[in-house]
Structure formats: C-alpha cells, structure tokens
C-alpha cells in the first residue's frame, strides 16, 4: 500500500519562503513522477510542479517558475522524499497543496495521471 503524507505548510508573509515535503512509502508499479498540486478555496486543483521518478528532470507551472523548486531524494530504498522549496511567496499562492505519483504516463501536469494522492498541507500567505 502506497501512502503519502505531506508536512511544512503554514503561514507566511509575502516575500517569505516555505518548503514541503512529501514522504511516500512504497513504489507503485510504473510511476513516472511525483508532483505537487493546489486547491484554492473555490477552484480546481491545478498543477504546481513536477520530477520525473529518477529526479532527473523538473517541471514547473509558469506563474512558479524561478520562485519554486522541486526535488527527490531516492537515497532511502524505503522512503521516497519529494521536496517543494517555495521562495518570494505571493498570497495568490495560499492554497491547499497535494503531493502525488502519477502513474498513467507522461502527463505531469495532469492530475487524473496520478493515482496516489497525500492528505494535503495548508499554505497560507499573507499580505
């Protein structure tokens, strides 16, 4: 059984920083990535960034870019880690974020590609 459980969220002051963390035990068959998403109250859940399952490759939602970086540390066989470092935070950022492991192929930015999902952490930025 694969689970996922997120930590770091919290309140912050625009310009500040906050990193998350994902830790995920076990592997599910054909994982591609591991990706973060947000919820803001009232919208869908939509796309924030994405490593492929090797950490080689990183992917980022446009409004992200340059101010969030993702990570994967694969050191422990038993624990996969999935880290968000999120830098120069805006309050259009507040938002519940998700982790999650996308095993339906090469879609990163599509949720419906990802089929473990942890509890999600609140992220709030004040102005």
């Known amino acids: 059984q694969v689970q996922l459980a997120e930590s770091g969220g919290g309140l912050v002051q625009a310009g500040g920083s906050l990193m998350l963390s994902c830790a995920a035990s076990?592997?599910?068959?054909?994982?591609?990535?591991m990706g973060w998403f947000r919820q803001a109250p009232g919208k869908g859940r939509e796309f924030v960034a994405a490593v492929g399952w090797r950490g080689d490759y990183t992917y980022y939602e446009d409004s992200v870019r340059g101010r969030f970086m993702v990570s994967k540390d694969n050191r422990d066989n038993a624990k996969t880690t999935v880290s968000l470092q999120m830098n120069s935070l805006k309050p259009e950022d507040t938002a519940v974020y998700y982790c999650?492991?996308?095993?339906?192929?090469?879609?990163?930015?599509?949720?419906?590609?990802?089929?473990?999902w942890g509890q999600g952490t609140q992220v709030t930025v004040s102005s």
């Open positions: 076990g592997r599910p068959s054909n994982s591609h990535y």
């Open positions: 999650g492991i996308n095993t339906g192929g090469d879609k990163w930015y599509d949720g419906k590609e990802y089929d473990y």
